[in-house]
């Protein structure tokens, strides 16, 4: 028997589900191969970790719960989320119009506040004048 084969039956060696025969050749197999030698004590170390954190006792109702929620039916968004989602927009909406209308309102109180208690002040320019020369007059 060559490695292969006996690497695979290891599990089944192990917790004795095999004949006697096929036991012994393992057996004499495992006693002459170092490699399946460590392989067959990896296993062994292994399958007794897993019985040692193994779950005796199994959690109530689990297995219901899990199907439970796998059948569950996911439930469409209900007329209240999509108001919500609206009022939402509306003010937000809202909030931009108004402030779009005090912010053009202000402006034009401050540019029409300003021209009245400056009127005097302003001086006019003709800007077609082209005799007018900024290097000149330094």
């Known amino acids: 028997m060559n490695c292969t084969k006996i690497q695979s039956l290891s599990v089944d060696y192990q917790s004795a589900k095999l004949d006697k025969d096929l036991m012994q050749e393992i057996d ?3 006693s002459n ?25 199994p959690i109530p109702f689990f297995y219901d719960e899990i199907i439970a929620k796998i059948n569950e039916e996911k439930k469409a968004p209900s007329i209240t989320h999509y108001l919500k989602i609206s009022a939402a927009a509306a003010a937000i909406f809202i909030a ?26 302003i001086i006019n320019i003709d800007l077609a004048d082209n005799n007018f020369d900024l290097f000149n007059n330094i």
Not at 34 to 54: H, M, Q, R, T, V
Not at 105 to 121: G, L, M, P
Request: proline content about 0%; overall charge negative.
């Open 28 to 30: 004499l197999h495992i």
């Open 96 to 121: 931009m119009i108004g402030g779009n209308y005090l912010g053009n309102y202000s402006s034009i109180t401050i540019d029409n506040n300003f021209t009245e208690q400056n009127a005097d002040d």
């Open 33 to 57: 191969c170092n490699d399946c030698k460590a392989f067959y004590n990896f296993s062994e170390k292994i399958l007794e970790e897993i019985s040692i954190d193994k779950i005796d006792t």
